[in-house]
């Protein structure tokens, strides 16, 4: 699988930047897992200045030794491949890419459930590190449930890596 195929959301692709910035974090490792999202918002200033149009890419890639997380977000109403600011180099994006590896991982754990229906139901949880940060987890706003199984699937793997080698 290509990497922009991991870190698709829903139907739309990562713009290259956001794909660059994974691959440089993950180097040679090959991604076991991976979630993204990607969400348009507006934004009250604190100025009160009009409200600002963010758009955000949240990626979540773990391999055999490390989870990777890809935070990106830029002004505007579209960021994704092929969308006319993809190929832009000076648009105002924030781009933030991390390698953590497992053992700086001290914990997985559900914080929440979400429900769609009396059969659909999906877990939120959180990462713990042991510098006491926890990093984004890539959460699905809108009902989707390609990228809330892998969300689910993503979670459940960290998980048992955790308590096989705790």
């Excluded at 409200?51 to 990626?59: F, G, I, R, S, V």
């Excluded at 914990?107 to 926890?134: E, H, M, Q, Y």
């Excluded at 990093?135 to 449930?145: A, G």
Aim: glycine share 6%; proline share 7%; charged share 25%.
């Amino acid at each position: 699988m290509r990497l922009k195929d991991h870190l698709a959301a829903g139907h739309s692709e990562p713009p290259m930047k956001v794909i660059h910035a994974a691959a440089s974090a993950l180097g040679q490792r090959t991604i076991t897992h991976a979630v993204a999202t990607y969400e348009v918002t507006t934004q009250p200033k604190e100025d009160n200045s009009p409200e600002e149009t963010l758009a955000q890419w949240d990626c979540m890639m773990l391999t055999e030794d490390a989870l990777v997380i890809v935070t990106a977000s830029r002004p505007g109403s579209e960021w994704y491949l092929g969308s006319e600011w993809d190929e832009i180099r000076e648009d105002g994006a924030s781009i933030t890419a991390e390698l953590i590896p497992l053992r700086e991982v001290v914990g997985c754990s559900v914080i929440g459930v979400r429900s769609f229906g009396p059969t659909n139901w999906l877990a939120r949880w959180d990462v713990r590190l042991r510098d006491g940060r926890k990093p984004p987890v890539p959460w699905p706003t809108r009902h989707r449930q390609e990228t809330q199984r892998r969300h689910e699937e993503l979670a459940t793997a960290l998980a048992d890596r955790l308590l096989s080698h705790a």
